[in-house]
């Protein structure tokens, strides 16, 4: 069993196997590839080394795929229980307005447990979201290093499981996982247990020891920081993993400085090391390795999407080529078609003749002109009944906005969100709010379109920074038309 697991500038390799309900690990190897997979597998030498360089790895062909890269876009969403087309076509709805997402991007979802709303129980899930260009680029890379890819995961979703399975998320505790490198720190916040926010930041990979130190160690304590002033659940614990050498230094001066316990990760019971010790390194890959251990009823699987995305284009390029043999074929039928009508054009000109000649009697004439006269009375008719439902139509669609509609938006609004601006124009009310809490916007929007009085409720802007979130919700009353 072959996992892979892509970063931005490096290619880990983890070869295992499963017997008797363990995974063990034989081997494992990380490549820097100094550059993305692509741009470094464009070149023909280093697609040469690099092809020489798995094979003597391992012979094993099939691959399983941990895609831990910035191309990949998170979000955590809360959905009700339903079929999977139906939450494909509701998740796909929220991050095109969310994220400005084109039809272009892949999308999947992991269900991670349950969350109750309004007294009902509903969907947590993580999902999951790339531009199909990307994932093309890595597995058409990958098959030409003769790897056939069988499944797709995320780094996210890889460590997540690992949490879990190694029991690091406790229900009772707020606990903050950090992904420590040389060149960046990606953290990990789950609070009471669950999945409940990400981060990364760049490190300048430059720098003296003591500076990189300081400079890892400040993306954690503001992760604290956020933890605490954005909930009631504090972090209670810090468990660090990764690539960078100075993890237990970085354990120390964070448990001396936060006065947090933080700790190096340890390997999971169900995994065990064939020549090499535990590496903190291995965690994203280990998690995909494991995600038959997660019984989860539905785990993220990029290919699925992308394989359905990639036959749709197929489809329509074989169509197209249909299409030009039969406007081809359609060419020499119409030619037939045409020396056809000429012969039966030429039988029927006696008739035509006698046709004309009837038609130009001036009875006739006078009976046409009549009949004329007529049609264009019954449409100015129609003209005159068409402008008047008009009118009506616009009357009816007038929107009226009261009082009592602003003192319900008001009083639905969570404390966590701090009206800054409100403006109405053409049937358009349009809300800005400031909030530390992201995880309020969507419920929120969510009661607004409940409401009567309201067509539809949209984002118009949503941006975050350090300081906080600023989005800009669009609510369309009720037979109005926005502008």
Same mark, same amino acid.
């Given at each position: 069993?072959?996992?892979?697991?892509?970063?931005?500038?490096?290619?880990?390799?983890?070869? !295992?196997?499963? $017997? #008797?309900?363990?995974?063990?690990?034989?081997?494992?190897?990380?490549?820097?590839?100094?550059?993305?997979?692509?741009?470094?597998?464009?070149?023909?030498?280093?697609?040469?080394?690099?092809?020489?360089?798995?094979?003597?790895? *391992?012979?094993?062909?099939?691959?399983?795929?941990?895609?831990?890269?910035?191309?990949?876009?998170?979000?955590?969403?809360?959905?009700?229980?339903?079929?999977?087309?139906? #939450? /494909? +076509?509701?998740?796909?709805?929220?991050?095109?307005?969310?994220?400005?997402?084109?039809?272009?991007?892949?999308?999947?979802?992991?269900?991670?447990?349950?969350?109750?709303? /309004?007294?009902?129980?509903?969907?947590?899930?993580?999902?999951?979201?790339?531009?199909?260009?990307?994932?093309?680029?890595?597995?058409?890379?990958?098959? @030409?290093?003769?790897?056939?890819?069988?499944?797709?995961?995320?780094?996210?979703?890889?460590?997540?499981?690992?949490?879990?399975?190694?029991?690091?998320?406790? &229900?009772?505790?707020?606990?903050?996982?950090?992904?420590?490198?040389?060149? !960046?720190? $990606?953290?990990?916040?789950?609070?009471?247990?669950?999945?409940?926010?990400? $981060?990364?930041?760049?490190?300048?990979?430059? +720098?003296?020891?003591?500076?990189?130190?300081?400079?890892?160690?400040?993306?954690?304590?503001?992760?604290?920081?956020?933890?605490?002033?954005?909930?009631?659940?504090?972090?209670?614990?810090?468990?660090?993993?990764?690539?960078?050498?100075?993890?237990?230094?970085?354990?120390?001066?964070?448990? &001396?400085?936060?006065?947090?316990?933080?700790?190096?990760?340890?390997?999971?019971?169900?995994?065990?090391?064939?020549?090499?010790?535990?590496?903190?390194?291995?965690?994203?890959?280990?998690?995909?390795?494991?995600?038959?251990?997660?019984? $989860? @009823?539905?785990?993220?699987?990029?290919?699925?999407?992308?394989?359905?995305?990639?036959?749709?284009?197929?489809? #329509?390029?074989?169509?197209?080529?249909?299409? @030009?043999?039969?406007?081809? %074929?359609?060419?020499?039928?119409? !030619?037939? !078609?045409?020396?056809?009508?000429?012969?039966?054009?030429?039988?029927?000109?006696?008739?035509?003749?006698?046709? @004309?000649?009837?038609?130009?009697?001036?009875?006739?004439?006078?009976?046409? %002109?009549?009949?004329?006269?007529?049609? *264009?009375?019954?449409?100015?008719?129609?003209?005159?009944?068409?402008?008047?439902?008009?009118?009506? *139509?616009?009357?009816?669609?007038?929107?009226?906005? /009261?009082?009592?509609?602003? *003192?319900?938006?008001?009083?639905?609004?969570?404390?966590?969100?701090?009206?800054?601006?409100?403006?109405?124009?053409?049937?358009?009310?349009?809300?800005?709010?400031?909030?530390?809490?992201?995880?309020?916007?969507?419920?929120?929007?969510?009661?607004?379109?409940?409401?009567?009085?309201?067509?539809?409720?949209?984002?118009?802007?949503?941006?975050?920074?350090?300081?906080?979130? #600023?989005?800009?919700?669009?609510?369309?009353?009720?037979?109005?038309?926005?502008?």
């Amino acid at each position: 069993m072959l996992i892979l697991e892509l970063r931005d500038t490096t290619l880990q390799l983890i070869l !295992a196997d499963h $017997r #008797l309900g363990k995974y063990r690990i034989k081997k494992a190897m990380t490549l820097d590839l100094g550059e993305s997979l692509k741009g470094y597998g464009s070149v023909a030498e280093n697609l040469t080394h690099l092809s020489k360089t798995i094979k003597y790895f *391992t012979q094993e062909r099939n691959t399983v795929l941990c895609l831990n890269t910035s191309t990949v876009i998170y979000r955590d969403m809360i959905a009700p229980k339903a079929s999977s087309k139906y #939450l /494909n +076509t509701l998740i796909r709805h929220e991050l095109t307005y969310a994220l400005n997402l084109s039809p272009d991007y892949l999308l999947d979802y992991t269900i991670l447990g349950e969350a109750e709303k /309004n007294g009902k129980k509903q969907h947590k899930l993580l999902v999951t979201t790339l531009p199909a260009q990307a994932l093309q680029d890595v597995v058409e890379t990958l098959s @030409k290093l003769d790897l056939n890819v069988t499944a797709i995961d995320t780094g996210l979703n890889a460590v997540i499981k690992y949490g879990d399975l190694a029991k690091l998320t406790p &229900a009772d505790k707020t606990v903050l996982l950090a992904d420590v490198s040389s060149t !960046a720190v $990606r953290q990990y916040l789950f609070e009471q247990g669950r999945y409940a926010f990400n $981060r990364s930041t760049k490190l300048n990979a430059t +720098t003296a020891f003591a500076e990189t130190i300081l400079e890892t160690l400040d993306p954690i304590e503001k992760m604290v920081q956020f933890a605490a002033n954005a909930s009631s659940h504090p972090v209670d614990e810090i468990t660090l993993f990764g690539s960078s050498a100075d993890l237990e230094h970085i354990s120390h001066e964070l448990t &001396a400085h936060l006065e947090i316990p933080t700790q190096v990760i340890n390997s999971l019971s169900a995994v065990s090391f064939k020549t090499q010790a535990f590496d903190p390194d291995l965690i994203a890959g280990i998690g995909t390795l494991v995600s038959a251990k997660s019984k $989860r @009823k539905k785990d993220i699987n990029l290919l699925i999407p992308y394989n359905l995305y990639f036959n749709q284009q197929r489809a #329509l390029v074989d169509l197209n080529r249909m299409h @030009k043999l039969l406007s081809f %074929g359609l060419l020499y039928l119409s !030619a037939f !078609a045409f020396l056809f009508m000429n012969i039966r054009a030429n039988l029927l000109v006696a008739q035509i003749d006698a046709a @004309k000649a009837y038609l130009n009697q001036e009875e006739i004439k006078s009976t046409l %002109g009549e009949i004329e006269s007529m049609r *264009t009375d019954i449409g100015l008719i129609q003209q005159i009944k068409a402008e008047i439902d008009s009118i009506q *139509t616009v009357l009816d669609r007038i929107p009226r906005l /009261n009082g009592l509609q602003i *003192t319900t938006i008001l009083d639905l609004k969570p404390a966590g969100l701090r009206l800054v601006g409100i403006g109405y124009s053409n049937a358009l009310l349009s809300l800005s709010f400031e909030t530390n809490n992201p995880a309020l916007i969507y419920p929120y929007v969510l009661e607004l379109e409940a409401l009567e009085g309201f067509d539809e409720v949209s984002y118009q802007s949503y941006t975050c920074t350090d300081d906080g979130c #600023l989005v800009t919700i669009d609510v369309t009353l009720q037979g109005g038309i926005a502008q």
